[in-house]
Nanobody, 127 residues
Framework: QLQLVESGGGLVQPGGSLRLSCAASGFTLDYYAIGWFRQAPGKEREGVSCISSSGGNTNYADSVKGRFTISRDNAKNTVYLQMNNLKPEDTAVYYC????????????????????WGQGTQVTVSS
């Protein structure tokens, strides 16, 4: 059974950092693009970042550019999202996604193009 499992969420003060992990089971991530989405209460799901299967191409939403970094370790079958200088508006449930298609960032930002989804991890930024 193919699964993505996120971890690393929690409560952090504004300006703090968290690192989210996304571990895959049942398949290897080597041939998959991986992305992160988030959804805040009452808001639509938002594409945050994605990384190509090789790791050579990364993209970020304008709202997180310069603060978040996506990376992958194919040997560990895991993708990471390092989040620095967190703001209250970053509060959301964060989801890891995977798909074998190679697309542009404008398409990767659409939830419907991603085949596999994790269950989500809560990130709360508050003092």
């Amino acid at each position: 059974q193919l699964q993505l499992v996120e971890s690393g969420g929690g409560l952090v003060q504004p300006g703090g950092s968290l690192r989210l992990s996304c571990a895959a089971s049942g398949f290897t991530l080597d041939y998959y693009a991986i992305g992160w989405f988030r959804q805040a209460p009452g808001k639509e799901r938002e594409g945050v970042s994605c990384i190509s299967s090789s790791g050579g191409n990364t993209n970020y939403a304008d709202s997180v550019k310069g603060r978040f970094t996506i990376s992958r370790d194919n040997a560990k079958n895991t993708v990471y999202l390092q989040m620095n200088n967190l703001k209250p508006e970053d509060t959301a449930v964060y989801y890891c996604v995977a798909d074998s298609k190679s697309l542009s960032w404008s398409l990767y930002r659409l939830p419907l193009v991603w085949k596999y989804w994790g269950q989500g991890t809560q990130v709360t930024v508050s003092s």
